[in-house]
């Protein structure tokens, strides 16, 4: 358990947590790519994956609910990694180590990564309540935004926007 599960709400903050543990900074996103679609898959969740790696998560309607738009919630994969000049970090095999500091989440000698993966984050929280009534869910991750937005005009990204234009 992270000291971040004292924040509310608990599922999301365990689900950053679970994200800062997993190494994914531009161009190193497999792992924590890989983990989310099984992660999908083990709730029974469609999840699929473009040719660059774009993550694809569908959660049908609750039922009575099949004829509301669809709601699509997008955020990037990878994060920017930057360290203090004298912490000693490895961006593609250390984990994030998140701590809390009074009102504010920090990261303990490097960037937190809270872009993107709160998004990433809240968009697996509203996934992962079976409590919610909603229309159909879409959930849209993309590879490498933070080099030049690799991912976000790949086909799956369009496929997307073109089934939920608004
Ligand atoms: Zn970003």
Not at 78 to 87: C, L, W, Y
Not at 101 to 130: E, F, H, P, Q, Y
Not at 151 to 159: I, T, V
Request: with cysteine.
């Amino acid at each position: 358990m992270s000291e971040l599960s004292q924040l509310t709400p608990q599922p999301l903050w365990d689900i950053f947590a679970n994200i800062c543990s997993i190494p994914h900074p531009s161009y190193h996103e497999e792992a924590l790519a890989t983990h989310i679609v099984q992660w999908a898959q083990d709730k029974g969740l469609f999840a699929e994956r473009d040719q660059v790696g774009n993550i694809l998560i569908r959660k049908p309607a609750t039922p009575g609910y099949e004829n509301r738009r669809p709601v699509a919630m997008q955020a990037h994969l990878d994060m920017v990694p930057q360290k203090n000049s004298d912490t000693t970090h490895d961006f593609t095999q250390d984990p994030i180590q998140p701590w809390v500091d009074g009102d504010w989440v920090k990261a303990r000698g490097t960037t937190l990564g809270a872009d993107n993966g709160i998004g990433m984050a809240s968009a697996l929280a509203v996934l992962a309540d079976d409590s919610l009534e909603h229309g159909p869910l879409e959930v849209l991750l993309t590879m490498t935004e933070e080099t030049g937005y690799g991912g976000r005009f790949r086909p799956a990204a369009r496929l997307a926007a073109k089934r939920n234009p608004h």
